[in-house]
């Protein structure tokens, strides 16, 4: 096992973290790269560039995930994993998914610097559409990949302009049939990613690591109110059903639901809420909504998604509006492997990084991985807990850590 200096090239990695950030579908501070946009596409095209002058065999799959390997000395042995996501929802910041992907790729130009040879291939995995912005599931690629969403499926995944699945992959370039995207159970020997915590512990707490070992489950919810436009002048207010104010109510009742839950670990969010007409004097005929809800106990995020559905059917009948409940997924936790944790904690000491064990709020293409190989996550901390957001940051100390110890640690699992 080699000892992974700290001697990675931060200036160059952060610079490779802005350059990908000016790929962007709007003007900087904001990244916003939707999957299968040009900005997505050319984004893919910085990073394969990346891989390919750092010696990696590059491939994709049928549906875009991206696989560059640096090949071990031992062929006959499955790879070990790293790395993460580059979409990026709208208005989002740097560093969401980008740190894995990059910070991943730096680890192991760093290995390949010391002299390392792995006696394992070492893979770098970039994740097609981590986020639900396009087809309002998240994870797509790394579902598919974990034999979690079925070819069938993702075939009728449509985005909102009513472009399937087909269509825009094609459109990007990625053929070959869907039923090839799914890998066999123990593909990957063990698979780490790298990751922003995406919440605030680890910066209040001082500390340099996060070694997560569950991963939260998360669920999404499509809510379609249909009720009654109008004139907004002439249509008396016993006379209407008003799908907005039907869907306020909904809006509040996920939120009583969540509160309420007897946990702080419970937290639900209406992210999306599109109202038709759209005229400020018409009556709002059609609203979608998009919820979502996540728990690190499955029980209980699963009784606020009864709670909604209670509240769907109370608003129905009260509000004489119809209501579609659609439950676009439902994921379990995700337990997070104790060789990999031990292998991680073993890093982060020898490197005398100060970290915890911790769980983890947000989601990942990691649970998804969960199912065909050991994974887990390093988490480093990002400031004031910001993600999501064009303020999102993570300081030049905080990344090197993350991918030194990544670096340590995949030498170790590789060798
Ligand atoms: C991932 O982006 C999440 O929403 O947790
Ligand atoms: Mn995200
Ligand atoms: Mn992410």
Redesign the pocket.
Request: charged share 25%; with cysteine.
């Given at each position: 096992m080699t000892t992974a200096r700290p001697d990675l090239a931060i200036d160059g990695l952060m610079a490779e973290l802005e350059e990908l950030a000016k790929i962007s579908e709007a003007p900087a501070p904001v990244v916003t790269r939707v999957v299968f946009s040009e900005a997505d596409l050319r984004a893919r095209a910085y990073l394969k560039q990346l891989c390919h002058d750092a010696g990696l065999v590059v491939r994709e799959d049928a549906v875009g995930n991206t696989f560059a390997r640096w090949n071990g000395s031992d062929r006959q042995l499955t790879p070990i994993g790293t790395g993460s996501h580059i979409d990026?929802?709208p208005n989002?910041g740097k560093f969401?998914?980008c740190v894995g992907v990059l910070g991943g790729l730096e680890a192991i130009r760093v290995l390949q610097k010391l002299g390392f040879k792995p006696r394992r291939s070492i893979e770098l995995v970039i994740f097609t559409a981590?986020?639900p912005t396009r087809f309002g599931i998240g994870c797509l690629g790394s579902r598919m990949m974990g034999g979690a969403l079925t070819p069938e499926h993702a075939r009728a995944l449509r985005d909102k302009e009513g472009r399937d699945l087909e269509e825009l992959r094609t459109r990007a370039g990625f053929a070959g049939p869907l039923e090839s995207v799914a890998l066999r159970p123990g593909y990957f020997h063990q698979f780490i990613e790298l990751h922003i915590e995406?919440g605030p512990q680890l910066e209040q707490e001082g500390l340099d690591l996060g070694l997560v070992t569950h991963i939260a489950a998360p669920a999404s919810l499509r809510i379609t109110l249909l009720g009654e436009g109008g004139h907004a002048g002439a249509t008396l207010m016993p006379a209407r059903k008003d799908a907005l104010t039907a869907a306020a109510e909904l809006i509040l009742a996920l939120e009583e639901a969540a509160r309420s839950s007897g946990a702080i670990d419970t937290v639900g969010t209406t992210g999306v809420c599109e109202v038709f007409p759209g005229a400020v004097n018409s009556i709002p005929s059609r609203v979608r909504l998009e919820c979502d809800i996540r728990d690190i106990d499955e029980a209980r995020r699963d009784r606020v998604i009864e709670a909604m559905r209670i509240a769907c059917m109370n608003v129905e009948s009260r509000r004489s509006v119809r209501i579609q409940l659609e439950l676009v997924n439902a994921d379990p936790p995700a337990v997070c492997d104790a060789a990999i944790l031990d292998a991680l904690e073993e890093s982060a000491i020898a490197a005398g990084r100060k970290f915890k064990r911790m769980v983890s709020r947000?989601y990942h293409d990691s649970p998804f991985i969960s199912r065909i190989a050991p994974a887990a996550m390093l988490f480093i901390p990002c400031r004031g807990g910001v993600?999501?957001r064009p303020d999102e940051y993570a300081s030049p100390q905080w990344i090197g850590s993350g991918v030194h110890v990544l670096a340590r640690t995949l030498s170790h699992l590789a060798s």
């Amino acid at each position: 096992m080699t000892t992974a200096r700290p001697d990675l090239a931060i200036d160059g990695l952060m610079a490779e973290l802005e350059e990908l950030a000016k790929i962007s579908e709007a003007p900087a501070p904001v990244v916003t790269r939707v999957v299968f946009s040009e900005a997505d596409l050319r984004a893919r095209a910085y990073l394969k560039q990346l891989c390919h002058d750092a010696g990696l065999v590059v491939r994709e799959d049928a549906v875009g995930n991206t696989f560059a390997r640096w090949n071990g000395s031992d062929r006959q042995l499955t790879p070990i994993g790293t790395g993460s996501h580059i979409d990026a929802i709208p208005n989002a910041g740097k560093f969401d998914g980008c740190v894995g992907v990059l910070g991943g790729l730096e680890a192991i130009r760093v290995l390949q610097k010391l002299g390392f040879k792995p006696r394992r291939s070492i893979e770098l995995v970039i994740f097609t559409a981590e986020e639900p912005t396009r087809f309002g599931i998240g994870c797509l690629g790394s579902r598919m990949m974990g034999g979690a969403l079925t070819p069938e499926h993702a075939r009728a995944l449509r985005d909102k302009e009513g472009r399937d699945l087909e269509e825009l992959r094609t459109r990007a370039g990625f053929a070959g049939p869907l039923e090839s995207v799914a890998l066999r159970p123990g593909y990957f020997h063990q698979f780490i990613e790298l990751h922003i915590e995406q919440g605030p512990q680890l910066e209040q707490e001082g500390l340099d690591l996060g070694l997560v070992t569950h991963i939260a489950a998360p669920a999404s919810l499509r809510i379609t109110l249909l009720g009654e436009g109008g004139h907004a002048g002439a249509t008396l207010m016993p006379a209407r059903k008003d799908a907005l104010t039907a869907a306020a109510e909904l809006i509040l009742a996920l939120e009583e639901a969540a509160r309420s839950s007897g946990a702080i670990d419970t937290v639900g969010t209406t992210g999306v809420c599109e109202v038709f007409p759209g005229a400020v004097n018409s009556i709002p005929s059609r609203v979608r909504l998009e919820c979502d809800i996540r728990d690190i106990d499955e029980a209980r995020r699963d009784r606020v998604i009864e709670a909604m559905r209670i509240a769907c059917m109370n608003v129905e009948s009260r509000r004489s509006v119809r209501i579609q409940l659609e439950l676009v997924n439902a994921d379990p936790p995700a337990v997070c492997d104790a060789a990999i944790l031990d292998a991680l904690e073993e890093s982060a000491i020898a490197a005398g990084r100060k970290f915890k064990r911790m769980v983890s709020r947000a989601y990942h293409d990691s649970p998804f991985i969960s199912r065909i190989a050991p994974a887990a996550m390093l988490f480093i901390p990002c400031r004031g807990g910001v993600s999501h957001r064009p303020d999102e940051y993570a300081s030049p100390q905080w990344i090197g850590s993350g991918v030194h110890v990544l670096a340590r640690t995949l030498s170790h699992l590789a060798s």
